[in-house]
């Protein structure tokens, strides 16, 4: 009896945790079974460089993560290393920022809101789909910075002044800071929203009121000083090693032109010829992503084109939020992160009836005002805004538990147009949700990633074997066959990548490292009548070397053309020689 006691307390006590687990692994074992995992390119480069599949060693530095991250993958591999860390930990924070958002909906007693649990679920099914299965590590760092933002907005609202429950959250925060620190302040905008409605709601500011006040500035400002100390550690870390403060340096001025804006060369040709660059110079860096050549494309080059055209051009600050609001129905239409949303907004609203409407314009500005940073910053990407919507989706079902009230819970039609807009998303993305690539069918349609890559691994397997020569890969076959050998659960083999190079990694030390174990110091120079260096492209991107042969031209040898030397599965490798007279 005392025992039955002591389970029946515990039970009690604990029940909301395990309830929560629970419905995650359900969400978890349902999106393996129904579809494929399939990671971005940003994380096969990770991925490759921490396996040592250049250089054979596991690497403490990840070219777009934290170093503190870097260093624990590291280790977890040199300690285990048959277990694929990089997606297993990033999979594990995935499951706890769920667990810990779930954990919160628990505490208001989802289980006895049947309408709650259904749209919950749906919620989560959808977000998972997001993450579990278009996995990229930037929707991992904005999951988890969010789960925290949620642990510490209720805590705020509770008054729960223990100060060991805030703990967590702040570690969880702080834990996808170093996954991508750029994500704090855009999730941290979406949540300024419940300060705006914190004030809405107060209507009188009194002692209790002011503190919960004071302690949510407080925390927001703590947590944004831990950003701005990870990133200067992270900076200080990199600049110890000379190979990563090269590419430190040399990576903003590429990442300006190849992720945020070119100026078009026809529209600014005088511009560019004056500094030096051809049509084909361009082509090279716009269309094939080709930067190895250090000793013309050099970081101060790359400058003066970007300084040919502003990220947004000449326009004013009122022209600019014109064109981003006209933009905006086009663009969110396009994207699954809108319905994740509006599915939150109309659950809201059917709980909260008119009064929601308020809290559901604040949560919405505040993503929207997301979304106008993110372009006029050049830098609108779906990785990182599905991660605002789905912090405005979140916030959204949170208030939801608050309403008292039901006022059209009750009414089944109502509830018709939340699972009328399920229906409408399977619709709209059926095309990418019935693919395994995170691109859709941009390389094809693809309804099976183990066997594409089974492939694939029967053509890399030749040409890495193949260690007398050194094969610089196109840019554009990055994602159809140069990383997508190895399955998210599947280590890279070390050294797999010593003689195989990819044509828009620049500056990066690793493969740096495999040049300089051939003697190259400048590829692109040196591969005419090279009998080492071959250039390899699918059948699919013919232009590739033609645009390289012309550069070669250009800029070393009058005379250069490319030849055919062989075909690998679906791969032509090319040598450059000099034509004879």
């Known amino acids: 009896m005392i025992n039955c006691k002591v389970f029946d307390n515990c039970w009690n006590h604990y029940k909301w945790i395990l309830k929560a687990i629970g419905l995650n692994v359900i969400i978890l074992l349902t999106l393996l079974f129904l579809f494929e995992p399939t990671p971005k390119s940003d994380d096969y480069d990770q991925v490759m460089i921490l396996n040592g599949a250049f250089t054979g060693k596991y690497s403490s530095y990840l070219p777009y993560c934290h170093y503190f991250f870097s260093k624990l993958n590291q280790m977890l591999y040199l300690f285990l290393p048959n277990i694929p860390w990089y997606y297993v930990l990033q999979y594990f924070f995935i499951f706890?920022?769920?667990?810990?958002?779930?954990?919160?909906?628990?505490?208001?007693?989802?289980?006895?809101?049947?309408?709650?649990?259904?749209?919950?679920?749906?919620?989560?099914?959808?977000?998972?789909?997001?993450?579990?299965?278009?996995?990229?590590?930037?929707?991992?760092?904005?999951?988890?910075?969010?789960?925290?933002?949620?642990?510490?907005?209720?805590?705020?609202?509770?008054?729960?002044?223990?100060?060991?429950?805030?703990?967590?959250?702040?570690?969880?925060?702080?834990?996808?800071?170093?996954?991508?620190?750029?994500?704090?302040?855009?999730?941290?905008?979406v949540f300024a929203s419940s300060f705006f409605i914190f004030l809405m709601e107060t209507k009188k500011i009194n002692r209790c009121k002011a503190k919960q006040i004071g302690k949510f500035i407080f925390l927001v400002l703590f947590l944004y000083m831990c950003s701005i100390g990870l990133s200067k550690i992270n900076v200080h870390m990199i600049c110890q090693d000379t190979a990563w403060k090269n590419w430190y340096e040399a990576n903003s001025a590429r990442v300006r032109l190849q992720d945020y804006d070119m100026a078009n060369f026809e529209e600014y040709k005088k511009e560019y010829l004056a500094i030096g660059v051809s049509y084909n110079d361009y082509c090279m860096w716009k269309k094939h992503a080709v930067y190895m050549d250090k000793e013309f494309f050099t970081p101060e080059l790359l400058k003066e084109i970007a300084n040919i055209k502003p990220i947004q051009g000449e326009k004013n600050t009122l022209d600019i939020f014109i064109t981003a609001f006209r933009s905006s129905l086009t663009y969110y239409l396009k994207d699954t992160g809108i319905y994740i949303f509006l599915i939150a907004a109309m659950m809201l609203f059917l709980i909260g009836g008119k009064k929601s409407l308020k809290y559901i314009c604040i949560v919405f500005s505040c993503c929207f005002l997301a979304y106008l940073y993110m372009n006029y910053q050049g830098r609108l990407q779906h990785h990182v805004d599905v991660c605002v919507l789905i912090a405005g989706a979140f916030l959204l079902l949170y208030y939801s538990f608050r309403f008292e009230e039901t006022i059209l819970q009750s009414d089944i039609k109502s509830n018709m147009l939340i699972y009328g807009l399920v229906i409408l998303f399977i619709l709209?993305?059926?095309?990418?949700?019935?693919?395994?690539?995170?691109?859709?069918?941009?390389?094809?349609?693809?309804?099976?990633?183990?066997?594409?890559?089974?492939?694939?691994?029967?053509?890399?397997?030749?040409?890495?074997?193949?260690?007398?020569?050194?094969?610089?890969f196109s840019t554009w076959d990055t994602n159809y066959i140069y990383d997508d050998v190895w399955g998210m659960f599947q280590n890279v083999e070390l050294e797999y990548y010593g003689n195989l190079g990819i044509s828009n990694r620049y500056y990066f030390p690793n493969i740096e490292k495999t040049l300089e174990n051939y003697g190259i110091n400048n590829i692109i120079a040196e591969s005419v009548n090279s009998d080492v260096i071959y250039f390899a492209a699918t059948v699919y991107n013919p232009e590739y070397i033609n645009t390289v042969t012309t550069y070669i031209r250009e800029h070393y040898d009058e005379r250069a053309e490319s030849v055919l030397v062989k075909q690998v599965g679906e791969v032509n490798i090319y040598s450059v020689v000099t034509a004879e007279n």
Do not use: W
């Open 428 to 472: 709209i993305f059926y095309k990418e949700i019935s693919m395994s690539s995170y691109y859709g069918d941009q390389f094809g349609y693809i309804t099976s990633k183990k066997e594409v890559q089974k492939k694939n691994k029967e053509t890399m397997d030749l040409l890495s074997k193949d260690k007398e020569h050194y094969y610089l």
């Open 96 to 189: 706890m920022s769920f667990t810990v958002i779930l954990m919160v909906f628990e505490r208001k007693d989802i289980s006895n809101k049947r309408y709650h649990k259904v749209v919950v679920f749906i919620i989560l099914l959808l977000c998972g789909y997001e993450l579990y299965i278009r996995f990229t590590f930037t929707k991992v760092a904005g999951i988890t910075i969010i789960s925290g933002f949620m642990a510490l907005l209720d805590l705020i609202l509770e008054e729960q002044k223990k100060a060991i429950k805030y703990i967590l959250p702040c570690l969880m925060i702080i834990t996808g800071m170093t996954i991508r620190s750029n994500m704090y302040l855009l999730v941290a905008g």
